[in-house]
């Protein structure tokens, strides 16, 4: 089945020791996204790709970054992480940006920072 | 600007009992509307949508109505099941290119035999 997926399902990192987080897609969407949820909260998009153009939240903070090396596959980077980064990261994926964009979402990785 | 806002929950329910969870939105535009569901320890799954006033959208027994008079996405389910518990998110695509999503808080259901 086409899908969304994301390795680790489970991470933890230390203060400060940088991390990476792994999504793929089968569905050859243009479109990847990453999305930061904290707890009883809703997802905040942190950036997306459309195909290598690299397009990042105004209010996300430069301790993330992102890499889109091909099609499939978009990493999340966390240079430093904090205590407040703890959190799950959602990996989302869309065909094209226009109208009518439905999303669809990996399971996720919560990120535990010790 | 564009936001959702939410019932507040959590909600608990009774098997078979009528679901309503309240969803409102302000945009600028004529923004699509979406109900995805999470499961525990899962990512979001889209649940329903609709795409211009008046729409309904339906999948798995749940309803929602694009009212653009009172500017509402409210879900609802004539009969809800265990499985049905979960927390389900209300949300908005401005239609603009890059297809941002504006979610709201999510509402909390349990289901209880």
Known sequence: DAMVIQNPRYQVTQFGKPVTLSCSQ?????????????SSQAPKLLFHYYDKDFNNEADTPDNFQSRRPNTSFCFLDIRSPGLGDAAMYLCATSRDRGPLGEQYFGPGTRLTVT | GNSVTQMEGPVTLSEEAFLTINCTYTATGYPSLFWYVQYPGEGLQLL????????KGSNKGFEATYRKETTSFHLEKGSVQV???AVYFCALNENLPGNQFYFGTGTSLTVIP
């Open chain 2, 48 to 55: 329903l949508k609709a795409t211009k006033a008046d729409d």
């Open chain 1, 26 to 38: 089968t569905l050859n969407h243009n479109v990847m996204y990453w999305y930061q949820q904290k």
């Open chain 2, 83 to 85: 499985s049905d518990s």
